[in-house]
């Protein structure tokens, strides 16, 4: 079956799903409103557009954060409330492939575009004095020499992409609701983490660009094999969704060959972006200068 048409199996099926107390949600349903995500994204968001608010009044717009950062920011944002608020978290219960874009989306494309908007610059212009040099000490803190490590950074996150993606962790994090979050803040914490340290690499003259390029390809290998994993594999791997993905309409097995394309094609682009700068950067440092 091809891609266009698996996908296409997808939404049919939704329209002739049950109610979200009986069975899976329909796509208008698939709200996930937890207070215990919503209250601090939202506050997060306040504080970010406040922030660029101050930094930019009296016509100095992309003064402190430019107008791309600022974009980038609310993109990161709408990819965090698509992962956690509508609709993959909810649908992620019921098919593999929407479980995979709402990792895909927490581990390689929130990250990188939060970090992109330089958030504790704008938070810090929205916070009083005191709170703003508070943000800074913990910033530093949180850049200490035991979070500096690229190999460190690395390792984590193909821990929790393979971790997670065992079966019985999978099954776990389904039935429970603690260790459903917990999960999904594993992947939004080791993201931020590998991504953190790549910017330092993009935005700093010093060096690092190569190490970070390399455990760009690493993370994105392991991605890749295990898409090509899921996509090729004969058999359904995840008996949790083989009486689950069935309610949407979608075959068990298409459903989980979608979820490896997931991981194996648009997951990449990140970091094959990411590679392709950082390796540039390289390139550029080691071109001798003329003049």
């Known amino acids: 079956m091809s891609v266009a048409v698996a996908m296409s199996a997808i939404v049919p099926g939704l329209a002739h799903a049950h109610s979200r107390g009986e ?5 208008h349903e698939a709200w996930s409103l937890s207070p215990w995500l919503l209250v601090p994204l939202s506050a997060f968001a306040a504080a970010y557009a406040l922030g660029i608010a101050r930094l930019w009044r009296g016509g100095h717009a992309g003064r402190g954060v430019s107008r791309a950062e600022a974009g980038a920011g609310a993109a990161g944002l709408v990819a965090m409330l698509l992962a956690t608020v509508w609709p993959f978290d909810a649908l992620g219960e019921w098919s593999l492939a929407a479980h995979m874009a709402q990792h895909m989306l927490l581990l390689a494309v929130a990250p990188p575009l939060l970090l992109a908007a330089r958030p504790v610059a704008a938070l810090a212009a929205a916070l009083p004095v005191s709170w703003s040099r508070t943000l800074h000490r913990a910033q530093r803190a949180v850049q200490g020499p035991a979070m500096q490590s690229l190999a460190a950074a690395t390792a984590a996150n193909v ?19 603690p260790v459903h979050w917990l999960m999904h803040g594993s992947f939004l914490l080791a993201g ?37 994993l899921l996509t090729f594999s004969g058999r359904v791997l995840y008996p949790v969704y083989a009486g689950r993905s069935p309610l949407l309409g979608l075959d ?33 440092r080691g071109r001798p200068r003329i003049g």
């Open 23 to 27: 069975g899976p949600p329909t796509l």
């Open 159 to 177: 821990a929790v992409m393979w971790g997670w993606h065992l079966p019985a962790a999978l099954d776990l994090a389904l039935r429970s609701e």
């Open 192 to 228: 931020l983490w590998l991504w953190a340290l790549l910017w330092q690499r993009l935005r700093d003259d010093s060096g690092g660009a190569l190490a970070g390029a390399v455990a760009v390809v690493v993370v994105m290998m392991q991605m890749g094999f295990m898409g090509a």
């Open 252 to 284: 068990a097995l298409v459903d989980q060959q979608l979820a490896g394309l997931v991981m194996w094609v648009p997951a990449c682009v990140p970091y094959l972006a990411g590679a392709l700068w950082l390796l540039a950067r390289e390139l550029r």
